[in-house]
């Protein structure tokens, strides 16, 4: 067959993966992330220790699918193997801003002299540490380590003021080991 498509994906030996219907979990040593790969005519399955995404007579579309499938797999097998880490830094120059996490919640207090605390909640799988100046977001799902890091970024939002004047906020400065 001539436009028969198949990606394998190496895991490694540390890794375990296993598909039940369309949801590939992968379990390794720093967590476990699951996701549902459902897409008509590519199927995702594993084999000697290799993750198989395959279409048989592939479109232009389907490759591009298949693509995108391999690149979230490859995320998938990272993160079990190495955390995702999101660097945040705050900056205060108007009001001391006093920033903490209790749970599953982030908390920001007297942002601008506010009385009421900006708050947002987080998943179980990702881990928040303020030290100091800086925020650290671990997690083993870089779509969950990534989105709340921006929530948190996102938390800071100034309107109705000079962004030039009022610089306070939480940036995010490191994504995933690039920096910003």
């Known amino acids: 067959m001539k436009n028969n498509l198949k990606v394998e994906i190496a895991t490694g030996e540390k890794v375990r993966a296993e598909v039940v219907g ?33 279409s048989v007579k592939a479109t232009k579309n389907e490759k591009k699918i298949v693509g995108a499938f391999e690149a979230h797999i490859q995320n998938m097998v990272n993160g079990v193997t190495e955390l995702y880490v999101y660097k945040l830094k705050i900056c205060s120059g108007h009001f001391p801003m006093s920033v903490s996490v209790s749970g599953r919640e982030f908390i920001i207090k007297n ?35 990534g989105q709340t890091a921006a929530k948190i970024e996102n938390l800071c939002r100034i309107t109705n003021r000079d962004r030039r004047i009022f610089q306070d906020g939480c940036y995010i400065t490191m994504k995933a080991g690039k920096a910003i």
Do not use: M, Q, W
């Open 111 to 145: 942002f601008l002299g506010e009385t009421v605390p900006r708050t947002v909640k987080f998943s179980p799988s990702v881990e928040v540490k303020v030290n100091g100046t800086e925020i650290a977001v671990t997690g083993s799902d870089i779509e969950l380590v």
């Open 22 to 54: 369309t949801i590939l979990k992968v379990k390794g040593p720093k967590g476990e992330v699951e996701r549902n790969f459902a897409y008509p005519k590519i199927k995702v399955e594993v084999a000697d220790g290799k993750i198989i995404v395959s």
